[in-house]
Each structure stands twice: as structure tokens, then as C-alpha cells.
């Protein structure tokens, strides 16, 4: 009977040191998995950060090229006018020269 009693205790402290190595080998796994997740937490962060920054450059350009086109449409205004007034100033000149001979 000792005998058996001592084949069960072994065999019980068997299935406790397979269990036990079944559960840090879940606890390794599980980690692992864990740690894939962060990282690809953190990649897709990355990834989408570049993205946001890449809409930004994107706003900010077309931001420069509309304020360029402002500024080019007002120095045309600008040079019209000074046309214009060049014209009237000309006329004038004209009609004073001629008013004087």
C-alpha cells in the first residue's frame, strides 16, 4: 500500500510540474502576444501620425498657393490702376501742353 500511496504522490506532483510548466509557457505566450500588440499599437500610432502630418503639409500648401494668388491678383489690380492713372495723367498733360500752344 506505501507504495501506492507513494505512486499517487508522485504521480500528483507529476501533474502539478506539468501544470505548472503549461501555465508559464501561457504566461510566455501570452506576454509575447502582449508585446506584439504594443508594437503594433505603436506602428499603426506611427503610421498614422505621418499620415496627419502629410495632410497638414498638404493644407499648408494649398494655404501658400492661395495666398500667392491673392497677392499676384492684387499687384495686377495695382498695375491697372496705375495704367489708368498713367492714362489720365497723359490726357492731361496732353490737353494742358495743347491748351498752352
Known sequence: MEGHGESTAAMRFRKAAVKA???K?????RNNIEKQIEQSLRDLRAENEVKRLQVLEAQVIIIIIIIIIIIIMIMIIIIINLSFVMTL?????TAVTTART
Open 21 to 23: 510548466r503549461h501555465q
Open 25 to 29: 509557457e501561457l504566461t510566455e505566450i
Open 89 to 93: 495723367l497723359t490726357e492731361e498733360m
